[in-house]
Structure formats: structure tokens, C-alpha cells
Nanobody, 125 residues
Framework: VQLQASGGGLVQAGDPLRLSCVAS????????MAWFRQTPGKEREFVSA????????YYSDSVRGRFTISRDNAVNAVYLQMDSLKTEDTAVYYC???????????????????WGQGTLVTVSS
């Protein structure tokens, strides 16, 4: 599975931005899809995930209520709608996928098998 993330850019605080991640190589319909982010010198941080079985969604406390994850299995894609962006949301955002992830691992970056290349989101004040 290859993942291609896009949609990053420079925005002002309070603006929205939508990230996309398109998978190729095989259908990710049965995969858990997720977004992580990373800033220099810090560990990769869980942002959000969506399960395949029931499309349940999960969010970190820092983005819950502002970000929305969704998927479109028809086009093999997952999206992250980011609203009310804050300067602390500035990071490189990565999409990830895994076919066998158990629920307790959904926030663990080490348990995802497939990663996109990352897209930079910069939020200015």
C-alpha cells in the first residue's frame, strides 16, 4: 500500500484546512486509517483515526471538536478536515494505514504498517 498525503499549507490561526490521503496498490477499505503529526525534536503524535469495520472515529484531546476525519472507500481515500486551527497545530502531518490494528493500538504510531510522506501544515498567528 502506498499513501500520498496532500493539502498542507500556510494558513492563519482560525482558518480551516483539509488534508487528503489517497491510497494506491490495494483497497484500504478494510484498513484502519489514521493521521499523526510531528514537530522537530518531538515524537510522532496521534491526531485521529477511523476504523474500517464501523467507521468509528477517534481523536486526540487536543483536536477533538475542531478536526473531523472521514473516509471515502470508493476512491481509497481518507480526509482530515481541520477547523479553528491554532498555531500549536503547526506540524508535518502523516497519514497511516494498517489492516490488523487492534483497538488498544489505534493511537500507537509503531503499530501502523503503512505511512505517507507527510504534508506540512503551518499556522501563523
Amino acid at each position: 500500500v502506498q499513501l500520498q498525503a496532500s493539502g498542507g499549507g500556510l494558513v492563519q490561526a482560525g482558518d480551516p484546512l483539509r488534508l487528503s490521503c489517497v491510497a494506491s496498490g490495494r483497497s484500504v477499505r478494510q484498513y484502519t486509517m489514521a493521521w499523526f503529526r510531528q514537530t522537530p525534536g518531538k515524537e510522532r503524535e496521534f491526531v485521529s483515526a477511523i476504523r474500517s469495520s464501523n467507521s468509528m472515529t477517534y481523536y486526540s484531546d487536543s483536536v477533538r471538536g475542531r478536526f473531523t476525519i472521514s473516509r471515502d472507500n470508493a476512491v481509497n481515500a481518507v480526509y482530515l478536515q481541520m477547523d479553528s486551527l491554532k498555531t500549536e497545530d503547526t506540524a508535518v502531518y502523516y497519514c497511516a494505514a494498517d489492516a490488523r490494528l487492534i483497538l488498544s493500538s489505534i493511537r500507537m504510531s509503531r503499530d501502523y504498517d503503512y505511512w505517507g510522506q507527510g504534508t506540512l501544515v503551518t499556522v501563523s498567528s
